[in-house]
């Protein structure tokens, strides 16, 4: 079973619209948890780190994150084209970190 | 500018001949990583290092050796590189926070084809 899990996509919202890309996670003892942001051929950028229940805003961006159901999310709201990249969610559960294979995000002008 | 550098960014090299990819970071983090990213599989952790002298494996470290002699830097070295370790190479560092790690900054990565 992998640590975590991603709709490989890809997802496609026309701008402005609210793009939601999903994540679960295999192991509760898990506990930090992030989202980036990778273009192709570049590295991987953070987005946003959430790390107990609820959700947390910056911007745009909104992640969720529910213990329970071993599952995050990110909402971006007024997607814009600038956005389409590929999404990664990866987890820390005490020294190593996990990382879903990615959500391909596609906005539409 | 606070980063994360590797060198080189392009490599291609061999089968079985060694070579090493350097990483520095300039923000004196305790954790230094390092992953390599292929298609399908996403990112995997190689191995890491919580601090000077101490490093552990990830899930994927056979065929890679490191050290971690100074805070600063986290060499990747491959002593006999074969073709299924053709891939592209992140480093990644963090900061500790509340007994863990906070979010990784990841250097610009390093395209490796082996032949």
């Known amino acids: 079973q992998k640590e975590v899990e991603q709709n490989s996509g890809p997802l496609s919202v026309p701008e402005g619209a609210i793009a939601s890309l999903n994540c679960t996670y295999s192991?509760?003892?898990?506990?930090?948890f992030f989202w980036y942001r990778q273009y192709s051929g570049k590295s991987p950028e953070l987005i946003m780190s959430i790390y107990s229940n609820g959700d947390k805003e910056d911007g745009r961006f909104t992640a969720q994150l529910n213990k329970a159901s071993q599952y995050v999310s990110l909402l971006i709201r007024d997607s814009q084209p600038s956005d389409s990249a590929t999404y990664l969610c990866?987890?820390?559960?005490?020294?190593?970190?996990?990382f879903g294979t990615g959500t391909s995000l596609t906005v539409i002008p | 500018e606070a980063q994360v550098t590797q060198n080189p960014r392009y490599l291609i090299t061999v089968t079985g001949k060694k070579l090493t990819v350097t990483c520095s970071q300039n923000m004196n983090h305790e954790y230094m990583s390092w992953y390599r990213q292929d298609p399908g599989l996403g990112l995997r952790q190689i191995y890491y290092s919580m601090n000077v002298e101490v490093t552990d494996k990830g899930d994927v470290p056979e065929g890679y050796k490191v050290s971690r002699k100074e805070k600063r830097n986290f060499p990747l070295i491959l002593e006999s590189p074969s073709p299924n370790q053709t891939s592209l190479y992140f480093c990644?560092?963090?900061?500790?926070f509340g007994g863990g790690w906070n979010e990784q900054y990841f250097g610009p990565g390093t395209r490796l084809t082996v032949t």
């Open positions: 192991d509760r003892g898990s506990q930090s």
């Open positions: 990866a987890v820390r559960r005490r020294d190593q970190f996990y």
């Open positions: 990644a560092s963090s900061l500790s």
